[in-house]
């Protein structure tokens, strides 16, 4: 049977885009992005996928929030002022090295670096999938027209859940008893 049409954990990376100490406080349901955002690195870590981290501007938004920071210390931000990842070549030649086809993103916010970061990922030959319940903007208007947007362009709108549980393809595995603790 075939799988085109869903995601695969074969060159696919996580992108966390921009969710720094200045911008998250003013974020529409920013602890369910949150909490899905740190579902998403956890379950990342468990089937072995990259993880890529970016920040605008740190030294004026500030640093990802210590919540992500802890749990992946080992990963450098992408330093960007670029509202769209892809106008950073760093990021660009990241994505090269990871062998990255398929870019699952998660981060803030949706109607600006999100949406120009999938819409860009998208023209230059990438499979997007930006994960709705990860993601956020100061305003439900904005976060939703963009997702609508995005959508309309070809972009697979998903949930955590579904990512995990499409990445996964089978139960009984030690990665879904592994993953299923975060879920539950």
Same mark, same amino acid.
Request: one cysteine or more; aromatic letters at 6%.
């Given at each position: 049977?075939?799988?085109?049409?869903?995601?695969?954990?074969?060159?696919?990376?996580?992108?966390?885009?921009?969710?720094?100490?200045?911008?998250?406080?003013?974020?529409?349901?920013?602890?369910?992005?949150?909490?899905?955002?740190?579902?998403?690195?956890?379950?990342?870590?468990?089937?072995?996928?990259?993880?890529?981290?970016?920040?605008?501007?740190? @030294?004026? =938004?500030?640093?990802?929030?210590?919540?992500?920071?802890? $749990? +992946?210390?080992? #990963?450098?931000?992408?330093?960007? !002022?670029?509202?769209?990842?892809?106008?950073?070549?760093?990021? @660009?030649? =990241?994505?090269?090295?990871l062998g990255a086809k398929t870019l $699952? +993103?998660?981060? #803030?916010?949706?109607?600006?670096? !999100?949406?120009?970061?999938?819409?860009?990922?998208?023209?230059?030959?990438?499979?997007?999938?930006?994960?709705?319940?990860?993601?956020?903007?100061?305003?439900?208007?904005?976060?939703?027209?963009?997702?609508?947007?995005?959508?309309?362009?070809?972009?697979?709108?998903?949930?955590?859940?579904?990512?995990?549980?499409?990445?996964?393809?089978?139960?009984?595995?030690?990665?879904?008893?592994?993953?299923l603790k975060l879920i539950k």
């Amino acid at each position: 049977m075939s799988h085109e049409a869903l995601i695969s954990r074969e060159g696919a990376a996580l992108v966390i885009i921009d969710v720094q100490e200045k911008l998250f406080p003013s974020i529409f349901e920013k602890e369910k992005v949150l909490n899905n955002t740190l579902k998403l690195i956890q379950f990342a870590k468990i089937i072995n996928m990259p993880i890529v981290l970016t920040e605008q501007y740190p @030294r004026g =938004l500030g640093q990802t929030i210590p919540e992500i920071k802890e $749990i +992946i210390p080992e #990963i450098k931000p992408v330093e960007k !002022v670029e509202f769209s990842c892809f106008g950073s070549e760093k990021f @660009r030649s =990241l994505l090269r090295d990871l062998g990255a086809k398929t870019l $699952i +993103i998660a981060g #803030i916010e949706t109607h600006i670096c !999100v949406a120009q970061t999938s819409l860009e990922g998208l023209s230059n030959g990438y499979r997007i999938c930006v994960v709705s319940d990860a993601t956020s903007s100061r305003s439900l208007e904005d976060k939703n027209v963009a997702l609508e947007r995005m959508r309309q362009s070809g972009i697979i709108v998903a949930s955590t859940e579904m990512i995990i549980y499409e990445l996964l393809r089978v139960a009984g595995t030690q990665e879904f008893r592994e993953a299923l603790k975060l879920i539950k």
